[in-house]
Structures are given as C-alpha cells and as structure tokens.
C-alpha cells in the first residue's frame, strides 16, 4: 500500500483546496499528484462534529424502521402500461383488523415478474439493481436501461415503496442508497460469495463500508507521511535557526534520512522537497480525530459482527451437520471472521465449501447473510427486510423440507437477540417451487412471536387486466393518493 499512495492520491483536490489536512502535504511536497475521489468521503467526515474522546462515534439512539408495506412499479422490466402493479406486504387478519407489516413468502411460475420485484426492492432500498450487474448494466446510466419497460420505449421507470415508517420512496426521483446489500440475496450473491469469500472487503462491502474501510488504508498511510513531513519541517525550521556548524551537519543528515524515507513512502524514485510549511499541532489533532473515528466505525462493525456470527451460525448450521458428527465453529484471521467445520473426535477443521453439498452450501451463504443483515441492523440502527428472489431452486426433495428447520432457527436466532427484538424481523421470499415456498412459510410461521407472516401466489400483471383475479386482487391504496394493483392472492391465512 505504502509503495502505491501517490497512484491512490489521484484526482480531486482542485474541489477541496482549503482542506487543513492535504493542503499541508501538498505545501510540503512538491509533485506529488492529486487527490483522489474517496477523499470527498474524508472531507465529509472532517467537516462533522464528531466526539471520539472515548473511542466511539457516536449513534443515532432509535431505529428507523424501513420495513416495506407496499411496492408498486409501472413502466418497469416486465410490468408495461401506465397502471401500477405491486403487492400488498400488510396483513389485517388480527383482532383488531388494523393493517400490519408481514414478512410475505410469494410462490410465482416463471415469466410472472418476481426478478422485476426483487430488481425494484433493489432501486428502492440501494439506488442499485445487483441483478443489472449480472446482465452487463454494471454502469449507474445503464442501470435504467435495464429496469425500463422494452414495451414502453417513451416511459420512464417508476418505482414506489411505502415504508414503515410512512416514508413513500419514488424512483426516479429519489437517488439516495438508504441500505447496504446485507440485506439482498439472488443466485447472484450466492455466485459472488463462491468466488470471494469470507474477507475483510467482502464483509466490509455487505456493511456499506468497503470505501470506508479503503480510506481507512489511505489514512493510515498519510498519517505516517504526515509525520514524516512534520519532522522533515521542523528539522528544516532548525537548520535554518541553527547558529552552530556542527548542529547544522547534525541536522542536514538526519534532513537526508527523514526526506529518503518520505520518498519512499510515497513510491517516488525522485521527489524534490519544495518549501515546508510548519505542519500544526491542531492539523495533526484534526487528522486524528478523523482517523480515530473512521477506525472506530470500522473496528466496531467487525466485532459485532464476529459476535453475532459465533451466535447465529452455530443455531443456523449444525443441526445440518449432526449426522457427519461435526460442528460449525467460529475463528478470527487477519481481521475477518472465518467460519470451519470441525469434526468430532480429532482436531481436523475444513472449509464449508470443502465439506458442504451444493445445497447445504447455499445455506451457509444465506446464513452468512442473514449475519450481515443482523449486524447492519445493530450498528446502522436501520430495520431494513430481508429480500431472497429464488436463492434455493434446484433443491432435492429432502432438502427442501430442511429449508422449515432453517428458517425457523433464523427468526428464532433473532428473536433471541435482545438488541434486535425492538427491529422486528420481515422477511420477503419469491420462489417458483411450491414445497420451497411452503416450507420457508411454516418455517417462519411457527417460530415467531413478534411478526407476521403472509403465504400468497403471485400472478401476472395481464391477469389483473383481463380481470380473472378474485377479491384478493382488487387495487390497493398505498396513501392517500395512489392504489395499485395487488397482485399478490392470499394461499393462506396469516397470522
């Protein structure tokens, strides 16, 4: 990292030159590049108020809840026309009748637009469709591309989300990522964790953090340069002070050495030290202090999510490894947590991709994420639903009656975490496979004490239009303005 800074000082600092911190190196090295974008990020936090006197930054005190009552898209992939077509994430069938927040399981055939829903929960919540990335709309201008309607080549997109919080999201007019992708799972995450793994950026990335964890590195780095530029400085005020010969050679020399260093730092072969300006005692102090917080923010995320990773696996995973007489347990490296297979009566670890079939693998990687999603909830104070479009496809049949035990030790994992029974659980399930759909249902239904669960076909847009739907599919009001078409029909009472 160290050989590579001025490559990662690039471009940016003609939009910050009165910032304290990169102003001085710029006015104690000459050439040394410019800053780069990541920086506006550091700018951002240097500028709060901030309190790190006791090693913690400080957090909003309540949770915001961002569970989803309602979603509606028009003009959106698969939905075309002007009429908005949704579902319904409220459930009224309790003795007061009043309309709650549910999770909601949602069994649909191929072609009846549950990636579309999924991609529109994605706009919603990230102002970014993973699922886009996978098609090749990896870029923010193509993304719309993608989630446009072909039939409606002269409409735009539109998005809506009722949150819980009664917050109406409207796409395309609010560009704001509300959430990190802790809390999405397709084929295309279980892809994605395959081929990376378990590390420090891959967790740091589901947390909403990977650039807060890069600047971290850069800060770090600078912080030494800045050192070695304060000394440079004040070696350079005394040399020109210094009355004596010999102090003046004393001085010169150490001069070399601290000057060679900070070339080296800084991955320069040459590297003309231009005129020093005296780097403050209060520059230094305000570095720190944005260095302090950026370190406590990430050091924090990772704990707690190494905390609830020795809690949550275990109750997900062993069940499933009862028969091979072994056991998940939890080890930390290199700053990252790493989860092994350890088996019974010898001290042999192996990896969970070793050791896993496809299946149970898949429920590991779920198990990963229903981690993350816990521990963004905790830290970020953000209750946010966790959204799964057909992760568990291509199951056997066996299997797919273990996904009941699964499911039912998640929500019992997090109804017994005490910092998330005030953060609700709401998990929102699409898959085509009934046996699936069932049993994530029951699985769900029979363990929780603090939600709701809906069980419910979805149909196809068309359906609606040729009016062959019953009750269940009559339109919705999202507020006092807008109804949809709900297109979600009830299998089951929920409860």
């Known amino acids: 990292m160290l050989q590579t800074v001025k490559n990662i000082l690039k471009t940016g600092i003609s939009g910050f030159p009165d910032n304290a911190v990169f102003g001085s190196i ?6 040394l590049g410019e800053i780069p974008s990541v920086v506006q990020l550091f700018v951002k936090l240097s500028a709060l108020p901030m309190s790190v006197s006791d090693g913690e930054p400080d957090k909003q005190e309540l949770a915001v809840d961002h569970r989803i009552r309602h979603l509606a898209v028009s003009s959106f992939k698969g939905f ?7 579902i319904n994430c409220c459930d009224s069938s309790g003795k007061r009748g009043v309309a709650e927040v549910a999770s909601v399981v949602l069994l649909g055939s191929n072609g009846v637009g549950k990636t579309s829903l999924y991609s529109a929960m994605e706009i919603g919540a990230m102002n970014h469709s993973y699922i886009a990335d996978v098609h090749g709309y990896e870029a923010p201008a193509k993304q719309a591309e ?7 080549a002269g409409r735009e997109p539109q998005v809506l989300i009722a949150y819980n919080n009664g917050q109406i999201f409207k796409y395309p007019e609010n560009t704001v990522e509300l959430c990190p992708r802790a809390f999405f799972c397709s084929q295309y995450d279980i892809q994605y964790y395959e081929s990376h793994g378990m590390t420090v950026d891959y967790i740091m990335q589901q947390l909403g953090r990977l650039k807060l964890y890069r600047l971290l590195l850069v800060l770090v780095d600078l912080q030494e340069i800045m050192l070695k530029a304060n000394i440079a400085a004040n070696l350079r005020k005394r040399l020109k002070e210094s009355t004596s010969q010999t102090e003046k050679i004393t001085i010169s020399r150490q001069l070399f050495s601290e000057t060679t260093d900070l070339k080296k730092l800084l991955g320069l072969g040459k590297l003309k ?8 005692e209060n520059i230094l102090k305000d ?24 809690d949550l696996f275990p109750k997900l995973l062993n069940n499933f490894l009862k028969e091979d007489n072994a056991e998940i347990i939890i080890t930390e490296e290199e700053q990252t947590v790493l989860p092994l297979i350890k088996i019974a009566g010898n001290d042999d670890v192996v990896e969970p991709r070793k050791w896993f079939n496809t299946f149970r693998m898949k429920l590991f990687i779920l198990s990963v994420k229903f981690v993350l999603s816990f521990t963004s909830k905790i830290i970020d104070k953000n209750n946010y639903p966790v959204v799964m479009d057909d992760v568990l496809d291509s ?12 499911f039912n030790s998640v929500v019992s994992g997090h109804d017994e975490y005490n910092e998330l029974i005030p953060m609700p659980l709401q998990i929102i399930f699409f898959s ?6 069932t049993n994530v249902y029951e699985g769900i239904a029979e363990s929780t004490r603090y939600m709701r669960v809906k069980y419910c076909r979805l149909f ?7 009016n062959r739907l019953n009750k269940d599919m009559d339109k919705v009001r999202m507020d006092l303005q807008t109804e949809y078409y709900n297109l979600a029909g009830l299998i089951e009472r929920s409860r």
Do not use: M, P
Request: aromatic share 12%; glycine share 2%; with cysteine.
């Open 146 to 152: 993608y989630i446009r309607s072909e039939s409606d």
């Open 287 to 310: 570095f720190k202090e944005v260095l302090d917080l950026v370190k406590s923010d990430v050091n924090t995320a990772l704990a707690k999510f190494s905390d609830i990773s020795r």
């Open 26 to 31: 710029l006015d104690c090295i000459e050439d």
């Open 432 to 437: 085509q496979d009934k046996i699936i759909a």
């Open 395 to 406: 199951s056997d049949f066996r299997n797919k009656y273990e996904i009941r035990r699964f």
């Open 273 to 280: 030290i231009a005129k020093y300006e005296w780097v403050t």
């Open 80 to 86: 075309s026309g002007d009429n908005l077509y949704g």
């Open 460 to 466: 196809h847009y068309k359906d609606v239009d040729d």
